[in-house]
C-alpha cells in the first residue's frame, strides 16, 4: 500500500545524514521497471522518498550530491516522479489549513523542490525532453532544449503561486529568463516564455495576440526573437512529441503539457526562411518596453536597431541616441549605442560619422576588439592602409586573457546582464519562504 504523503515527507525530512543514505534512496532500481515500462509500487515509493531526501538534502545554488544524483535521473524517471509528487503535493495542499503547521511545512518542500530543480536546470545537466528549436550559428549548435528540471521547477511554482505568490512567481521567471539568455539557451528559453506568459496572463493566456504587460517579459521576449535573427543563424524544427505516452495515466500527465506549448507558442515563430518574422516580434516587444517605460535605455538602443533592420533607419538612430543619453551611468548601453551607430552610419556611405561612433565605442571601453576591427575595415574598405595597419597592431597587442580585455559586444546577445543578481535575489526569498511562509 502506498505511503501516505505525511509519512513520506517525515520520512524524508529525518533520514540519516550522510551521502550514502541519499545514495540509497535515490538511486531507483532500474531492474525492476517492466517491459511494459510498467513501475512496482515499492520501486515507485523509493523513487518519491529519494525525491523528498534530494529537496531536503540540497544546499541552495550548488550541484551538490543530491543535485548530481537527481540531475542522473533519466527522462521517464523524472517524468513519473514528477507527476506523482505533483499531484501528491497539489492534493495535500489543498486539504491542508491555510497558516497551519502542516501547510507551512508543504511550502517548504515546494520552494526547497523549485529550487533544487531550477540549479539543476541552469547547470545544463538533467534530463531533457525533444526540443522543438535547435539554432545553429556559425557551425555552433545553440539553444538545445527542453530542461525537463525546468518544466518541473516551474510546474512546482505553480503550486505555490497559484495560491498567492504571483510575484515570487514573476521574480523566477525573471531570474531564470536572464540567465538562460546569457547562456544563450534559446530552445529553453522559448519554453520558459511560454510559461511566464501563461502564469501572467492566466486566463486570457489563450489570447495568442496578448503579451503581459511586463517590462521584463517583453524585453526577454524582444530577446529571444533578436536572438533567433542571429547572421548565419538557421532554426530547425523538432516533434516536441516524439516521446511516446505509455498507456498509464502517470506517465501521460507530464505528456499533456505538449499539445498546450504548440497552441500557445505560435507566436514563437521558428522557421528559418521567416527571419522576418523574428524581426517584427522582436519591434513589437521592444516597441511596447519603450512605450510603457521611454526611460527605458537598452530596449531603446535595441528597438533602434531593429527599426534600422526593418529598414527605418532614421528613427532607429534617433531611438539609439536617446537611449545613450538615457544611459549615462550604463557604459555598456552606450556602447551598443555608439557600434550601432557606426553600423547605420557606415551603411548610408557616411564614413566620417561611422569612424567617429566606433572611435566613441572604443573609448567607452579602450581593451575591446570589436570597435577596432570595425575602424579597421572601415579604414580598409576607405582605402587608408597606414591606419588599418595601426589598428592591426593595436588588437595584436591586446591582452591575451578575455577577462582582461572585455568587450560587451560579446554578450549583446545574451540580453540581460543582472541574471546574477536576480538569481540571488530569488534565492534569498524563497529560501526564506521555505523556512516560513507567511
Known amino acids: 500500500m502506498r505511503l501516505p504523503l505525511a509519512l513520506t515527507l517525515t520520512v524524508a525530512v529525518f533520514m540519516a545524514p550522510g551521502p550514502s543514505g541519499l545514495r540509497a534512496v535515490s538511486e531507483p532500481p532500474r ?3 517492466g517491459p511494459a515500462g510498467h513501475v512496482p509500487q515499492e520501486t515507485a515509493e523509493r523513487q518519491d522518498l529519494g525525491w523528498f531526501a534530494a529537496v531536503e538534502r540540497h544546499e541552495i545554488g550548488q550541484m551538490d ?16 516522479v514528477g507527476v506523482r509528487v505533483l499531484s501528491g503535493l497539489d492534493t495535500a495542499l489543498r486539504k491542508a489549513t491555510p497558516g497551519s503547521e502542516d501547510a507551512r511545512r508543504l511550502y517548504r518542500v515546494v520552494n526547497r523542490g523549485v ?19 535547435l539554432l545553429a550559428v556559425d557551425g555552433r549548435k545553440e539553444g538545445l532544449g527542453r530542461s525537463m528540471h525546468l518544466e518541473f521547477a516551474a510546474a512546482l511554482l505553480k503550486l505555490n503561486a497559484d495560491r498567492s505568490n504571483k510575484e515570487t512567481a514573476r521574480t523566477w521567471f525573471r531570474a531564470v529568463s536572464a540567465n538562460l539568455l546569457h547562456s544563450y539557451r534559446l530552445g529553453d528559453e522559448a519554453v520558459l516564455l511560454a510559461l511566464w506568459r501563461e502564469s501572467a496572463l492566466g486566463q486570457r493566456a ?6 503581459p504587460d511586463d517590462d521584463a517579459f517583453l524585453f526577454d521576449y524582444g530577446c529571444l526573437h533578436e536572438g533567433l535573427m542571429a547572421p548565419g543563424g538557421r532554426v530547425v524544427l523538432g516533434d516536441v512529441f516524439s516521446r511516446s505516452s505509455a498507456g498509464s495515466g502517470e506517465s501521460a500527465g507530464l505528456e499533456r503539457s505538449g499539445p498546450a506549448w504548440t497552441r500557445k507558442t505560435s ?5 528559418s526562411e521567416d527571419f522576418a518574422i523574428h524581426v517584427e516580434q522582436a519591434f513589437r516587444a521592444y516597441r511596447q518596453v519603450v512605450q510603457r517605460n521611454p526611460r527605458a535605455a537598452e530596449a531603446r538602443v535595441r528597438l533602434g536597431h531593429i527599426e534600422c533592420v526593418r529598414g527605418s533607419c532614421a528613427n532607429g538612430m534617433r531611438n539609439m541616441r536617446a537611449g545613450a543619453e538615457l544611459a549615462s551611468e550604463d557604459p555598456a548601453i552606450r556602447y551598443y549605442a555608439a557600434m550601432f ?27 575591446a576588439q570589436s570597435p577596432l576591427l570595425a575602424l579597421g575595415a572601415l579604414a580598409d574598405g576607405t582605402g587608408d592602409r597606414s591606419a588599418a595597419r595601426r589598428l592591426v597592431s593595436q588588437l595584436w597587442s591586446l591582452p591575451v586573457d578575455g577577462e582582461h580585455r572585455y568587450d560587451p559586444w560579446w554578450d549583446y546577445d545574451g540580453g540581460p546582464r543582472d541574471g546574477e543578481s536576480l538569481i540571488r535575489q530569488v534565492y534569498r526569498l524563497m529560501e526564506g519562504k521555505a523556512d516560513d511562509r507567511q
Do not use: C
Open 31 to 33: 531492474q525492476q521497471i
Open 206 to 211: 489563450p489570447d495568442l495576440s496578448v503579451l
Open 65 to 80: 550530491a543530491a543535485a548530481e544524483l537527481l540531475a542522473g535521473w533519466s527522462t521517464d524517471q523524472m517524468e513519473r
Open 115 to 133: 529550487l533544487l530543480h531550477t540549479d539543476i536546470a541552469l547547470s545544463g545537466k538533467g534530463a531533457a525532453g525533444v526540443s522543438n528549436l
Open 341 to 367: 551607430l557606426g553600423q547605420a552610419q557606415e551603411a548610408r556611405g557616411r564614413n566620417e560619422e561611422a569612424r567617429r561612433d566606433y572611435e566613441r565605442a572604443a573609448a567607452l571601453f579602450p581593451l
Open 267 to 271: 507566436t514563437f515563430q521558428t522557421r
